[in-house]
C-alpha cells in the first residue's frame, strides 16, 4: 500500500479509550458495508468495482479513447457533480499545471462544460471551439439534468453546423443509465456511442465506470492502473478485520470521535496544487453522503501553503470547531534543489542542498504543529507519490471511508435526497410545466 494514516495530533483530543469504542462502531458499520444490510445498500456496486471491471470494459473505454484522440485535439466532457469531478480530479491530479498551455501532449485535452450555468464560460467555450476538431462526452445517469443538458444542446447544435448529422454520429459519446432519461433516449434515436452506468452506482461512487474511465483515458492516462491500485487498497480495506490497523476504519473512527467533540467541520489540506479537484471530489463524496438529517461533518478545503496567507489566521485561531486531514505526497516526480548563491542577497543560503519537496515537508510538519498547539486536531494521510495507481488507491479509501462513515452517522450515505429542493425551485421558477403551484407558492415568498 502507498497510503498511510496517521493520528498523532488527534490524541490529545480523543482518549484512547474513547477511540476504542470508535474503532468498534466503525467495525460493526464495515461489516454492514460488506454485508449489504444498510441503507441504501441496493448502491453499493461500487464496492466490488476494482474486482469485477472487466478487461474487454476496459478494451473498449480505451479503444473508444484512441477513436476520440483521432478525431481532434479536444474532448468537452458535459456533466456535473459525480458525473465529472472524479475524472477531473484525476486528470488535473497527473497533468501538468501548464498542460492547457502545452502542444502535443499525450492525449486530448479535456474541457468542461455543463457544470453551471454561466453564460459567459459557455459563449467563450463555443467561440473557442468554433474552428477547433472536437467531441464530445456527455455524462448523465438520470439524463435529465438541467446544467449538463443545457450545455449538451449548445454543443450539440455547434458540431450539427460544424459536421453535419452523421460527422455529429462519430463525434458524441453519451455515458448514462442503460435504460432511462432523455439522454439515453437522444442517445438511442441518434445513434451516438453509449456507454452503461451501473444502476447500483451512484454518480460520487462512479470514478471506476466509464464515467470517470473515458475522460482519464482520453487524456493518456492508464485506466488499468487506476484500476489496480483500487485493487490492491480495496483487499487491504475488506480483509484486514484489524480495527487498529485497517486504513478506512482507522479514518472513518478518528472523524466520528472528532465529531462527538463539536468538531464539526473537517478541513481537507493539500500541499500541492494538482489536488485541487481532488479535494473537490472529496468534498462531493463526503458532504453528499452525510449532510442529512441535521447530520454531517462539513467538508471544506484548503490549499497550503497558498491558503496560509488567506485561511491561516482562522485556522490557527478561529473558532474551534473544526478539525484538519493533511494530505501530503511523499516524492515529487522531479524535483529541485535549491542551490548556494555567492552573494546571500536573499538570505535563502541555509536551504542549499534541500530539494523543494523537503522544504514543502517542512512547512507541513511546522503547520501541523502550530495548529496543533491551537487546538486543531489533525489526521495526516501520506500518499508515496502520484501516480494513476496511488490515484486508485486514494479515492477508492475515500470513496469506502466515506459508506463506513455515513453508517457510523446513522444516515443512508448513497442517496441524496436533498438536491431535489433547488431543481424544483428552479423548474418552477422557470416556468416548467407541472411546476404552476410550487411557482405560485415561490413568487409570493419574493416580494
Ligand atoms: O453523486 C451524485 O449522485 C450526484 O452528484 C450526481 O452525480 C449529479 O447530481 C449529476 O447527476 P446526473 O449524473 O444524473 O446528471
Known amino acids: 500500500m502507498n497510503l498511510t494514516l496517521n493520528d498523532r495530533f488527534v490524541k490529545d483530543f480523543v482518549t484512547a479509550n474513547e477511540m476504542e469504542n470508535f474503532l468498534k462502531k466503525a467495525e460493526d458499520a464495515k461489516q454492514t458495508v460488506l454485508n449489504r444490510n444498510g441503507k441504501g445498500n441496493e448502491f453499493l ?6 474486482e469485477t471491471i472487466s478487461a474487454e470494459s476496459l478494451k473498449e473505454i480505451r479503444d473508444t479513447a484512441e ?13 456535473i457533480g459525480g458525473s465529472y469531478l472524479g475524472a477531473r480530479a484525476v486528470i488535473e491530479g497527473l497533468s501538468s499545471p501548464f498542460h492547457l498551455l502545452e502542444p502535443n501532449r499525450k492525449g486530448v485535452t479535456i474541457l468542461y462544460a455543463g457544470h453551471h450555468l454561466d453564460s459567459d464560460y459557455h459563449s467563450k467555450l463555443l467561440a473557442f471551439l468554433e474552428n477547433k476538431d472536437f467531441c464530445v462526452n456527455v455524462i448523465s445517469k438520470s439524463g435529465t439534468t438541467t446544467e449538463p443538458a443545457i450545455a449538451f444542446r449548445l454543443l450539440l447544435s455547434l458540431l450539427e453546423r460544424k459536421y ?13 443509465d442503460k435504460s432511462k432519461g432523455a439522454l439515453k433516449k437522444l442517445s438511442d434515436e441518434s445513434g451516438f456511442k453509449t456507454f452503461e452506468i451501473p444502476d447500483d452506482v ?5 470514478f471506476l465506470t466509464p464515467v470517470g474511465l ?12 487506476l484500476v489496480e491500485g483500487a485493487k490492491s487498497i480495496s483487499k487491504e480495506l475488506k480483509e484486514n478485520k484489524d480495527p487498529k490497523s485497517n486504513l478506512a476504519i482507522r479514518y472513518a473512527a478518528a472523524r466520528n470521535a472528532l465529531y462527538s467533540k463539536n468538531k464539526k467541520i473537517e478541513v481537507l489540506v493539500s500541499y500541492h496544487p494538482n489536488l485541487f479537484y481532488t479535494l473537490e471530489w472529496w468534498k462531493q463524496l463526503f458532504g ?6 441535521g447530520k454531517g461533518i462539513f467538508p471544506a478545503s484548503v490549499q497550503f501553503t497558498t491558503d496560509l496567507h488567506s485561511m491561516g489566521q482562522y485556522l490557527q485561531d478561529g473558532e474551534r470547531n473544526l478539525f484538519e486531514t493533511v494530505i501530503q505526497i511523499e516524492s515529487a516526480k522531479s524535483d529541485i534543489y535549491l542551490t548556494e548563491k555567492s552573494d546571500n542577497g536573499d538570505g535563502l543560503n541555509y536551504l542549499a542542498g534541500k530539494t523543494l519537496t523537503e522544504v514543502n515537508h517542512q512547512a507541513t ?7 496543533h498547539s491551537g487546538n486543531v486536531p489533525c489526521l495526516e494521510l501520506n500518499l508515496k507519490s502520484l501516480s494513476e495507481s496511488t490515484m486508485g488507491e486514494l479515492m477508492y479509501f475515500f470513496e469506502f471511508s466515506c459508506a463506513i462513515s455515513g453508517y457510523m452517522l446513522g444516515v443512508n450515505p448513497f442517496d441524496q435526497p436533498g438536491v431535489e429542493d433547488y431543481k424544483n425551485n428552479m423548474f418552477a421558477l422557470l416556468g416548467k410545466k407541472g411546476f404552476e403551484e410550487k411557482r405560485k407558492e415561490l413568487l409570493s415568498k419574493l416580494i
Open 365 to 371: 510538519l511546522g503547520t501541523l504543529i502550530a495548529h
Open 202 to 206: 451512484g454518480g460520487r461512487y462512479s
Open 288 to 293: 453528499e453522503s452525510e449532510g442529512k438529517e
Open 214 to 225: 473515458l475522460p482519464i483515458a482520453c487524456s493518456g492516462f492508464q485506466i488499468h492502473q
Open 67 to 79: 477513436q476520440i484522440q483521432s478525431l481532434g485535439s479536444y474532448l468537452v466532457v458535459v456533466g
Open 164 to 176: 453535419g448529422k452523421d460527422g455529429v454520429k462519430k463525434r458524441v459519446f453519451s455515458t448514462t
Open 45 to 50: 456496486g461500487w464496492l466490488d468495482l476494482p
